[in-house]
């Protein structure tokens, strides 16, 4: 009986922070893997700095080429970009890239404190047409 109790106690211990572990992270890393997409590839006119606004089924525009199996955002130098594509949901690997005539300079997305350049993306829908937009901020941290 002690040997029974003993292993009771200890399963209780390790088990209880593996399962608070998945009840508090798991959602996020399920949503993660869920939602997934194909990533697609920025290029951003190079020494731009400043909010970039992705305008999505637009009359008129062109749809987004596809380049080495990635859609690709070319901006231009207003930082803007028009489109009939529709946005993609979910999460993907994205790459953004200064783009100059001499050739692309990846950007970091990297975050606080770990010399990222990409702040803030996001889709929405503007209030006045209905249509869906991304934006994001290109610069430092500072």
């Given amino acids: 009986m002690p040997n029974q109790t003993a292993r ?7 088990g209880l922070p593996i399962f608070v572990a998945a009840a508090v992270f798991g959602p996020s890393a399920l949503d993660l893997v ?7 590839r920025y290029l951003i006119p190079a020494g731009y700095t400043g909010w970039v606004r992705i305008d999505f ?25 028009q489109t009939s594509s529709d946005p993609r949901p979910g999460h993907g690997k994205d790459e953004f890239f200064a783009d100059s005539a001499t050739g692309r ?12 350049m990409i702040w803030g993306l996001g889709t929405m ?18």
């Fill in 8 to 14: 009771a106690i200890i399963l209780l211990i390790l």
């Fill in 34 to 40: 869920i939602r997934r997409r194909p990533p697609e």
């Fill in 57 to 81: 089924h637009q009359p008129g525009a062109p749809a987004l080429p596809i380049e080495d199996g990635r859609r690709l955002l070319k901006l231009n130098a207003q930082g803007t970009l």
């Fill in 105 to 116: 300079t990846p950007l970091s997305n990297a975050g606080v404190c770990k010399g990222g």
């Fill in 125 to 142: 829908f503007d209030d006045r047409t209905g249509k869906p937009f991304a934006r994001f901020f290109v610069g430092t941290e500072d």
